[in-house]
Nanobody
Framework: QVQLVESGGGLVQAGGSLRLSCAASGRPLSSLGMGWFRQAPGKDRELVAAISRSEIRTYYADSVKGRFTISRDNAKNAVYLQMNSLKPEDTAVYLC?????????????????WGQGTQVTVSS
């Protein structure tokens, strides 16, 4: 079993930055593909960014390309989402997710484990 705990959310003005963290426990992070999702009220859950176990491959939703960066530190069992140039439409609950996946695969579906989420609110 894998436990995921997010932190770093908050209220920020448009144009500002936040860095989300996800602490993983229960198995080595190096065995997991990782992703950040978000869910806004009345909208479907959306994959924002994902990273392979190898750290070489990443995925970004078109809406965040060039603004968000996903990274991981396997030694610290942590995954991060650096969010810059934030917009009001980025307001959502952000969830960390993990998947047992192949070394070079960036998981985009079928995640096995989920955190509880952290709220990000961007004011205009």
């Amino acid at each position: 079993q894998v436990q995921l705990v997010e932190s770093g959310g908050g209220l920020v003005q448009a144009g500002g930055s936040l860095r989300l963290s996800c602490a993983a426990s229960g198995r080595p992070l190096s065995s997991l593909g990782m992703g950040w999702f978000r869910q806004a009220p009345g909208k479907d859950r959306e994959l924002v960014a994902a990273i392979s176990r190898s750290e070489i491959r990443t995925y970004y939703a078109d809406s965040v390309k060039g603004r968000f960066t996903i990274s991981r530190d396997n030694a610290k069992n942590a995954v991060y989402l650096q969010m810059n140039s934030l917009k009001p439409e980025d307001t959502a609950v952000y969830l960390c997710a993990a998947k047992l996946s192949a070394f070079i695969v960036v998981p985009t579906t079928g995640y096995d484990y989920w955190g509880q989420g952290t709220q990000v609110t961007v004011s205009s």
